[in-house]
C-alpha cells in the first residue's frame, strides 16, 4: 500500500476491523519503516475505543463512499 495519510480508514491484511489512521511517523528504531497509529471501536457494544502502531506495509485502504 502507497503511504497511508491521517483520517484514512485501513484494515490489516490478514483483515480484522476498519481502523482510522489518527498518526503516521517513521520507526524510531529503523527509519525505513513507515507506521500508522489507528484508532477503531471494540468491545462487545461497540463502546470502547482501542489504538495500536502498525507498520504502514501490513495495512490496505478499505474503499469509502463518495
Same mark, same amino acid.
Not at 27 to 51: H, Y
Given at each position: 500500500?502507497?503511504?497511508?495519510?491521517? %483520517?484514512?480508514?485501513? *484494515? +490489516?491484511? !490478514? %483483515? &480484522?476491523? !476498519?481502523? @482510522?489512521? $489518527?498518526? @503516521? &511517523?517513521?520507526?524510531?528504531?529503523? @527509519?525505513?519503516? #513507515? #507506521?500508522? @497509529?489507528? *484508532?477503531? /471501536?471494540? &468491545?462487545? +457494544?461497540?463502546? $470502547?475505543? =482501542? =489504538?495500536?502502531? /502498525?507498520? *504502514?506495509? !501490513? #495495512?490496505?485502504? #478499505?474503499? *469509502?463512499?463518495?
Amino acid at each position: 500500500m502507497a503511504a497511508v495519510n491521517i %483520517g484514512d480508514v485501513v *484494515q +490489516l491484511n !490478514s %483483515g &480484522g476491523p !476498519s481502523m @482510522t489512521v $489518527q498518526s @503516521t &511517523g517513521k520507526d524510531p528504531d529503523n @527509519t525505513d519503516i #513507515l #507506521l500508522a @497509529t489507528c *484508532q477503531w /471501536f471494540s &468491545g462487545e +457494544l461497540k463502546d $470502547q475505543v =482501542s =489504538s495500536a502502531t /502498525f507498520p *504502514q506495509r !501490513s #495495512l490496505v485502504a #478499505l474503499p *469509502q463512499p463518495d
